[in-house]
């Protein structure tokens, strides 16, 4: 029997969620309402902690419902759902932060959960003192700080400003230092809640190499996350939760599917051709219509063979003149895994737009043929000010389908293979 | 390897020192925290821990020594009600500070667990801190109205330890309180200002008559206020009824409120 890190039976847990007050018209219905308020508030405030007997009521929230699993030690499991399944609170539990209403659960090992980076970090303190007070409100003991400190300050490449209080770092210093505190955290068993989003993109690379050295070290890890690429390559296992219940739990890549069929318009849509009705802007200038794939008879498709070159088209109009405009896409592979960006000046043929809010412009960007791999791909528009801001990015795109064909050869291939890409390279003998 | 279970618990809690223990390198740095933030980016720094008392002093001076004409019991009104400061400064700062900690320190007590205790319990000993550098001052003082303490003076400690019993039994009760009726955050504001005068601070204790001196000496910083008086500058002798009512009341306090506190820390991170 492979040892068991943490078994969870039947667990719930119950929230008050507070109703809506009640609202008067009248300012006799005001008035008396304050002063018979005192009371009744207090009565709502008591409730939040006390449940007598109430099983079922409107303000009454069932954040986790009879869940029961396991995790061996040494396992990596993953946690998925949409916002509000219960994946924080399923967390909070086991980590003792609050208490469930019923069940039980049996933790073999010495626990740490980082529900967010920087817990207790105090402005006003330098750096240095952060990293003693972050450390031990983990979990941590002086000595351990003392031990690890080069290397928790190494990690977070803020040496500079070891010495400066925290208040003067910009946020992503900050978070560097708070994520490089809980990186050297050194617990059986770790608890993870979407911690990894911090930083700039190059520190997300790291941190999630971190992670995946915790995982390889044999310690037993629960990860909440809404980053699909990261919960694929840290996870074998993943549990799916919905409204406090464990609806699925199995494979990773079997689950991540399921979660993208939970909710239809989470997923990309459209026959080659997307149409967008929201303001991805945000109230800006920039109006965006339409994103297509085409082929090289200009016809709009959203299956295409792999030699076939495709190209891209993103309609828009702007309202004003954006300076600095630079309008483009993201090409992701399954579970969002970025595979390139590309941008309309990419080679310096900046396109004048005018400030015109009739005039629909239509950029064109060709994906040569031979690059791309068999299955599924998805394009993503986004635009930015140069260098400043983005417009919009990471929006839902286009789902376009490859099959993998190397012309010339009899081979077929039904899957394509393996690799996010699969160009045809020319191959020659040398000397 | 250790095993933990986590269940919903029924019933009244005790403290649990063990766990207590194993965390006394976080209360360490809480404590250091409170104390090096506290005058962060003021002018005068650590000097605002005797300017209150010393202020306070002079308007007492002036108004209850000098207008009101107020008895001081034989020694000076300045030195009579700034020994009565020190202690009731701390223990008015500790109790307000202790009150509103679990409400300060929310967002913590929502991401991560830790024995809830710590929490109040930092302020009352952050305090600590500025009643030692308020004491230098009585030191100055005495010198300067040729004051010496007497034998009494062993009893100090006790009286200290006395202290900080009450400040950590009423910080208990009010900051699990506070934490889901704000209400007791305010009040505990400005209740601090009115309890000072119930307090012999501006006045002597000698004022009360002799049959009510049991029952006053239940407000166990009466003891604390009348004995740092008698050890420190020789007003009358020890007021053994007020700190053995006192002592009473305040271990009471202590316990009530460590189990008071210690069932409702199940639910803080909910209410919070
Ligand atoms: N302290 C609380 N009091 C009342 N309700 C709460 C409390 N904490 C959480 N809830 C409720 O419990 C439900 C689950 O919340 P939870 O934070 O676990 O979701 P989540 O899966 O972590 O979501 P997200 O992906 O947004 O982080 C939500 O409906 C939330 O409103
Ligand atoms: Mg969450």
């Known amino acids: ?431 | 390897m250790n095993k933990t279970i986590i269940e919903a618990q029924e019933g009244w809690q005790l403290i649990d020192w063990k766990e207590l223990l194993n965390h006394k390198d976080l209360f360490y740095f809480l404590v250091l925290r409170d104390v090096k933030v506290l005058y962060k980016q003021t002018v005068m720094g650590f000097t605002w821990a005797i300017i209150r008392p010393v202020f306070s002093m002079i308007v007492f001076t002036v108004v209850f020594g000098g207008l009101a004409k107020m008895s001081s019991d034989g020694v000076p009104y300045p030195i009579f009600s700034y020994t009565a400061l020190l202690p009731w400064t701390y223990f008015a700062t500790a109790m307000t500070k202790s009150t509103q900690s679990l409400i300060g320190n929310a967002r913590v007590l929502s991401k991560i667990y830790f024995p809830r205790l710590i929490i109040p319990m930092t302020p009352v000993l952050a305090g600590l801190v500025d009643f030692t550098l308020a004491c230098s001052v009585l030191g100055v003082m005495m010198g300067w109205y040729k004051i010496m303490p007497n034998s009494n003076i062993i009893f100090l400690p006790l009286l200290v330890i006395l202290m900080i019993l009450t400040a950590s039994g009423v910080g208990m009760w009010l900051s699990a309180l506070a934490i889901q009726y704000r209400d007791v955050g305010f009040a505990a504001q400005f209740f601090s200002q009115l309890l000072m005068y119930a307090a012999p601070v501006v006045w002597p204790a000698t004022l009360i008559p002799e049959q009510y001196r049991l029952v006053y000496g239940l407000f166990p910083m009466a003891g604390v206020i009348e004995g740092f008086r008698s050890a420190l500058i020789n007003t009358n002798p020890m007021p053994w009824d007020f700190i053995f009512m006192g002592t009473i009341s305040s271990v009471l306090m202590a316990i009530t409120g460590a189990f008071y506190f210690r069932r409702m820390e199940r639910v803080f991170a909910d209410v919070a």
């Open chain 1, 1 to 431: 029997m492979p040892d068991v890190a943490i078994s969870v039976q039947d667990l719930s847990k119950r929230y008050r969620i507070g109703l809506e007050e009640e609202r008067h018209d009248t300012l006799l219905g005001a008035m008396s309402s304050w002063v018979k308020s005192p009371l009744s508030n207090f009565k709502s405030l008591r409730k939040l902690s006390s449940f007598k007997s109430e099983v079922e009521s409107d303000d009454i929230i069932w954040a986790v419902k009879n869940m029961s699993f396991s995790v061996d030690q040494g396992e990596v499991l993953g946690v998925i759902g949409k916002n509000g399944a219960g994946k924080s609170t399923l967390l909070k539990i086991l980590s003792r932060i609050t208490e469930p209403t019923s069940g039980k659960v049996e933790v073999n090992g010495r626990l740490a959960s980082l529900l967010e980076v920087g817990t207790g970090f105090h402005p006003e303190l330098t750096g240095k003192e952060n990293i003693f007070l972050n450390g031990t409100i983990l979990g941590m003991t002086k000595k351990e700080i003392e031990k690890k400190y080069d290397e928790i300050v190494d990690f977070s490449e803020i040496n500079k400003f070891i010495n400066t209080p925290v208040k003067r770092y910009s946020s992503g210093m900050a978070m560097r230092l708070a994520f490089a505190v809980a990186a050297y955290l050194e617990p059986e068993i770790l608890l993870i809640d979407e911690v990894l989003a911090v930083g700039d993109t190059a520190f997300q690379q790291k941190s999630i190499g971190k992670m995946g050295d915790i995982a390889s070290a044999g310690r037993t890890v629960l990860f909440v996350t809404h980053n699909m690429s990261a919960l694929a390559s840290l996870c074998s296992r993943t549990i799916l939760l919905d409204k406090g219940q464990i609806i699925d739990d199995g494979k990773t890549d079997v689950i991540i599917q399921k979660y993208f069929s939970l909710d239809e318009n989470n997923g990309p849509t459209g026959k080659g051709e997307i149409f967008f009705e929201t303001d991805v802007s945000n109230g800006g200038p920039f109006i965006l219509h339409a994103m297509r794939t085409l082929d090289e008879r200009g016809s709009i498709r959203d299956a295409y063979s792999s030699f076939e070159p495709i190209t891209v088209e993103i309609e828009f109009s702007l309202k004003e003149e954006i300076k600095n405009l630079v309008v483009g896409f993201e090409l992701k592979a399954e579970l969002k895994l970025l595979i390139f960006r590309s941008f309309h000046n990419d080679k310096e043929e900046v396109f004048k737009f005018r400030n015109n809010s009739d005039h629909r412009y239509k950029l064109q960007a060709e994906i040569p043929g031979s690059l791309l791999n068999g299955g599924n791909y998805y394009l993503e528009p986004c635009a930015t000010v140069f260098k400043k801001y983005w417009i919009f990015k990471d929006i839902p795109g286009l789902e376009i389908n490859i099959s993998f064909d190397v012309p010339n050869t009899d081979h077929t291939y039904v899957n394509g293979r393996p690799g996010l890409l699969s160009p045809i390279l020319n191959w020659q003998q040398g000397n």
